[in-house]
């Protein structure tokens, strides 16, 4: 498969960066070259709509070239590094990569609450049991929203589908349970007077692509019904610069690794893999550190990298500035990640198997890594 490394430079970053630029609050990152003519008509609403995983790929699957958003595409970015929701979608909320924020993926170990934690939710990832104390997400890795940054710039405003740390510090937020939710919002937002700036998330396609699969008829219907919907919103919106992009692509996967089911790599660990399960931080004993590479070389070979921790630190895969405190504890000894269509488990004893996800990301295959910039200026 081909592979595609986060350009920190041209990245979904600098998405963003252009258009909190707009407001005057720039991030550390270019901004996207492909807005400026966009910006430059002084749009007094902008808004960015996050579909979460419509990456490059899945949509030129799925949408022929006159639908609405292939006839509105502007520009190919990368994701961040890890491509995944908890670490991308923070991007977009906080305008750092996850180095600088912390959020590496859905799952970290936080050895202050002792147990691998669920980044969006108190819950232990392994056991699925409600933490008690404060949010852990909120209490280790908090960040400065860009909400927070553009105060007094612009009305702010956030769309989330699902209570978490993400939406805080925005000057109005909505509660949407549907994607005719998400559009009545933003056209009600387009009507106000006062210059805007709005994120708005849904979390489709990726549902659909999780459980059907990339390529599946399923997702192909989710596809068009966005595309159905968004076209029919056009002509609803006033004064507004519309940017509709992703978090990350998907890739189909085929089977998993389960760590706890191979002898040879669950021996060496101190503890179960954490971040995500196609770019998973292992915790090696250190006098088994060769016994571990061997394995993994064999048994993974084919369809991982694997990345000692300084390795991982000097690729620059996880972004570029200072690292977040938490950033150490994290990263494990060494940074497993997929390059095929392999993926990792960890079986705890008399688990039944679960419901298999058929796509998948945080890999760095092209499928994964690329995601579409389209633009609507109304």
Same mark, same amino acid.
């Given at each position: ?84 929701? &908890? %670490? +991308? ?12 924020? /912390?959020? =590496?993926?859905?799952? $970290? ?109 399923? &997702? %192909? +219907? ?12 056009? /002509?609803? =919106?006033?004064?507004? $610069? ?127 890594? =690329?995601?579409?910039? $389209?633009?609507?200026?109304?």
């Amino acid at each position: 498969m081909n592979l595609v490394y986060p350009d920190y430079d041209r990245s979904i970053l600098s998405t963003l960066s252009a258009l909190t630029g707009y407001f005057g609050a720039p991030l550390s990152y270019p901004p996207l070259e492909e807005l400026a003519p966009l910006l430059a008509t002084k749009p007094r609403h902008v808004m960015l709509l996050l579909l979460d995983g419509m990456g490059g790929a899945p949509l030129r699957r799925a949408l022929g070239e006159d639908s609405y958003l292939r006839a509105h595409e502007i520009a190919t970015v990368t994701s961040i590094f890890p491509p995944t929701t &908890a %670490a +991308a979608a923070t991007a977009y909320y906080c305008g750092k990569s996850a180095l600088e924020s /912390g959020w =590496l993926g859905w799952h $970290l170990y936080m050895k202050e609450f002792a147990s691998d934690v669920v980044a969006f939710k108190r819950t232990a990832y392994y056991t699925g049991n409600t933490l008690e104390g404060p949010f852990p997400a909120g209490l280790l890795i908090p960040y400065e929203t860009v909400f927070e940054r553009m105060k007094g710039a612009c009305d702010t405003h956030v769309l989330y589908a699902f209570d978490s740390y993400c939406e805080h510090g925005a000057d109005f937020r909505h509660r949407v349970s549907s994607f005719a939710d998400v559009l009545n919002v933003l056209r009600m937002i387009s009507q106000g007077d006062g210059p805007s700036f709005t994120i708005a998330y849904w979390n489709q396609p990726d549902a659909k692509m999780h459980r059907y699969g990339v390529s599946s008829p399923e &997702a %192909a +219907a989710e596809f068009r019904a966005l595309d159905r919907q968004l076209s029919a919103l056009r /002509g609803r =919106l006033r004064d507004t $610069l519309l940017v509709v992009t992703a978090d990350h692509g998907m890739v189909d996967t085929t089977q998993a690794v389960d760590i706890a089911t191979t002898p040879a790599l669950l021996e060496p660990l101190v503890l179960p893999p954490s971040i995500e399960p196609r770019a998973s931080a292992f915790y090696v004993k250190r006098h088994r550190r060769e016994a571990f590479e061997a394995a993994f070389r064999a048994l993974c070979g084919e369809d991982f990298l694997l990345l000692s921790r300084e390795e991982a630190l000097a690729s620059g895969l996880f972004g570029r500035g200072t690292p977040h405190p938490k950033f150490d504890d994290f990263l494990g000894d060494y940074l497993g990640v997929a390059t095929g269509r392999r993926y990792f488990a960890f079986s705890l004893p008399g688990a039944g198997p679960g419901d298999r996800l058929i796509g998948q990301h945080a890999g760095l295959t092209e499928d994964e890594m =690329l995601v579409s910039v $389209l633009a609507d200026r109304m």
